[in-house]
């Protein structure tokens, strides 16, 4: 595939004006998935997805809310204006550092182990909680990304909701939400499981006041996968919703969590060819990004479609190539099926200098960034109404040293 523009903006401008490799996300279409789920009467975005403050900012300001998983992300909610009470702490564990910072903002806090109930309570004591619940079944992309199920550590387990119950009841906690999230996947007869899940539970729950059916609403990645009927599937929540009210006798507010849905499609990460060579029957194309820019083909075999903008005229001709990364590290190859086998992909010839744009990046990219081989993270640049602006600038020379000593006596 040829591709010259991301949200009208040319890929040869960006790559002169930002350098590569740059991430650059298309304000529009964020927008365009957060109006998708406007049946929801809450939309929480799961940032860890892409956590930049100025698509948390955006986000903020189209009535989104937010939930955090460290420290670090609750700081990133409070500099982008959300007020604690928007912010949602979801984790299996309290890090010091994250429930001093709860403890200080009175945030709320959604609980995966029955550790974090009792310490929650103990610096807390009469406030409310929400508790995440494992149901004992998950659904994942990947196996990595299954989060249900006794082979993963998140959430409490369903059949511990007695423990729950009596822990609360020592710190005088009161359990006011229920939240399942059980991995990715649009499989609605599954989803109607998790639907039945949740009811079975709140009806345990005395003081329950909402719930949330986590995120994992899926991306077409591939040219074949079908993206998802969000009318049905918010049709599919809003029945569980009305089943459950039904059933409690008083209102239930439903929150959803999406973190790939909101920002995968808008984001691109733009590379230049610095190589094009020939390793018996493979020709691969080596790229100025590598798995320290995105992480998901090797953590997850992930596919992600690839355009090419010439730098000079369109090639008439294509090739099969592996698309490899700038790494010194042979699994560093962004054509990799699942288990690290090497794939190609049919592309228009390409030369060095050429660009090559790795599409539907902007979900667990720029934010699974690292700087292995000491490289910089790169630019994140956002494009607004035609105009690109830079909203995270390159790490320096400077940034990646910054914090190492030599003591005096080596
Ligand atoms: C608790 C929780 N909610 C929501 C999400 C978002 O998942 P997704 O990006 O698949 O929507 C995650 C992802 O790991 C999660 O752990």
Redesign the pocket.
Known sequence: MLQTHIGGVEIKALARDFGTPVFVYDRAIIEQRIADLKGFPVIRF?Q??CSNIAILSLMRKRGVVV?AVSAGEIHRALKAGFKPDDVVY?ADIFDRASLELIVEHRMPVNCGSLDMIAQYGERCPGREITLRINPGFGHGHSQKTN?GGEGSKHGIWHELIDECLAAAKKYSLKVTGLHL?IG?GSDFEHLAQVGNALIKIASRLPDLTHISG????PTPYRPADKPLDIGAFTKLWLDTQARMEKQLGRKIKLEV?????LVAEAGNLITEVRAVKKQGTYTYALLDAGFNNLARPVMYGSYHPISVCPQGAAPSETQDVVVGGRLCESGDIFTQAEGGYVETRKLPKMQVGDLLTLHCAG?YGFVMGSNYNTMPLAPEVLVSNGKPILIRERQTAEDLLRGEHIPADL
């Open positions: 799961a860890k997805a939930d979801t989060t999230h990715s986590g995120g994992g609403l969590e999406p973190g790939r849905y979900a």
